[in-house]
């Protein structure tokens, strides 16, 4: 198993020693699941110590013109690609825990009037996609004050930040926080599990028509869902099951069945990927409720995601630090009312007679005029299975008269063959004057509202020969 490098374990016992030096505390932390996890950890590590603190969550854009009002400002899952030191004043002390791409060296702080240390597991040559996220490190924070009890919201931030889609596992430091979870009695992990999302709480015959990684029958069509299932003796109409309930010898037929409809619409040279869109590791949080949608790592990833799109993360974190009476309710009101948002924004996209899905030679694209831009992203993941699989798709929405917000989602096996979309949409913003980032198959960008075309040439050309059609 992978180890913390030396130098990195130095720099968590250089942060608790700045933590308890410290009594005036800012945190920011970004609105996803990840961030909200990494605001918990650090919040519930300064309330142990007694420590008073301010909490908020942002987005990236508010970051670069910061006024630094604390004497200790913690930034998590966000601030190593800001200029967050900008307005730093002398005494001042600075924490970055952040698993995205640097824009400043290791020895940085090194000669400054004020303390800045920065934990990003880049300097030290581990991967911030799929070896830690922003939540895993503040767990390693927390596990250096001796709280290891919090290693199962390091697992939950890695899952809602995807960590483990490359292979369906975790791997490196992520696999130090599953065991820490396991270990401690919070968390179980099946391996090479069926991965269809909804395994507690939706109707498999449900879970199974958002499959859209590859447009099947089954793809939005639960009729042939249902027909499958009983086809194959595996649910029946009167007694409807979800995938928790199926035997490993009933999920061994599913994976039979939608492993042959897959190789029946990929390419050839696709069909090794084939396993790794069926099978992964399933997580289960066995302290939650049972019937509750937090016992699963998946489902509870997207409440968490849901209170960030919707301005409530202060009922996500309520949620994590251990309100499971009031903050509930209202978490599975915020969760509903997500829920009625994408389906009425989807339905405006996709409807058949004015279907806004305009394909381009290597991408597709809709414009999202009047979907929020907090959830223009879960969006255009959902309208994948709407879509030609084999190129990306692109929404966009204004954020204000002069600004777009866009979102990127591909299948995972345009993921698999190699492309990041993340690096290339950060390079095809910043060239039309924005900026952008993310993974190699959920990424956005912000750019100006009249550079809409140029973006979409530049993206179109620069694929050329790149996708396999």
Not at 197 to 209: C, D, K, M, Q
Not at 302 to 308: E, V
Request: charged share 25%; proline share 3%.
């Amino acid at each position: 198993m992978m180890e913390i490098p030396q130098l990195m374990s130095e720099q968590y016992s250089q942060a608790r020693q700045i933590i308890e030096s410290s009594n005036d505390i800012k945190i920011y932390s970004h609105i996803d699941c990840d961030g909200i996890c990494s605001g918990a950890i650090l919040s519930t590590i300064l309330d142990r110590q007694n420590k008073e603190h301010e909490i908020e969550f942002v987005n990236l854009d508010v970051l670069d013109n910061l006024e630094l009002d604390h004497e200790l400002t913690i930034f998590s899952d966000l601030g190593s690609g800001q200029s967050v030191d900008a307005k730093a004043k002398k005494g001042q002390k600075i924490i970055i825990l952040d698993h995205h791409p640097p824009l400043r060296d290791l020895d940085y702080g090194e000669g400054k009037d004020y303390t800045y240390l920065e934990i990003n597991p880049l300097h030290h040559g581990i991967d911030g996609s799929y070896y830690v996220c922003g939540g895993g490190l503040c767990y390693f924070l927390s596990k250096e004050f001796g709280y290891d009890d919090l290693s199962w919201i390091g697992v939950l931030s890695a899952i809602g930040d995807m960590q483990n889609t490359s292979t369906g596992h975790f791997e490196g430091l992520n696999k130090i926080i599953q065991q820490d979870a396991i270990d401690g009695g919070y968390l179980s992990v099946i391996e090479n599990d069926i991965n269809i999302y909804g395994r507690n709480t939706r109707p498999l015959f449900i879970a199974l028509s958002y499959f859209s990684d590859v447009k099947l029958p089954i793809t939005n069509n639960t009729n042939e869902t249902m027909a499958i299932l009983e086809e194959l003796g595996i649910d029946e109409k009167h007694n409807r099951k979800t995938l928790n309930e199926l035997t490993m010898e009933e999920k061994g037929k599913l994976y039979q069945r939608l492993s042959g409809m897959i190789s029946k619409v990929v390419p050839g040279r696709y069909v090794k990927y084939i396993p790794q869109l069926i099978i992964g590791d399933s997580y289960t949080f066995i302290k939650e409720d049972p019937n509750s949608f937090l016992r699963d790592a998946s489902e509870f990833s997207t409440a968490m995601n849901a209170c960030g799109r919707n301005h409530e993360e202060r009922i996500a974190m309520e949620v994590l630090k251990g309100d499971r009476f009031l903050a509930l309710d209202e978490l599975e009101t915020v969760s509903r009312d997500h829920r009625r948002n994408l389906a009425q924004s989807i339905e405006k996209v996709t409807s058949d007679e004015n279907s806004n899905i305009i394909e381009l030679e290597n991408l597709q694209y809709f414009d999202g005029t009047g979907i929020k831009p907090e959830i223009v992203g879960t969006v255009t993941g959902m309208i994948l299975g709407y879509c030609n699989w084999k190129k990306p798709v692109i929404g966009f929405t204004q954020t204000d008269d002069k600004g777009l917000k866009i979102s990127l989602r591909c299948s995972r096996l345009l993921s698999y063959d190699g492309i990041h979309f993340g690096h290339i949409i950060r390079d095809i913003a910043s060239e039309v004057g924005g900026t952008g980032g993310g993974h190699s198959m959920a990424c956005g960008a912000y750019i100006p509202i009249e550079k809409k075309e140029e973006f979409l040439e530049l993206f179109n050309n620069i694929l050329n020969d790149k996708l396999t059609n």
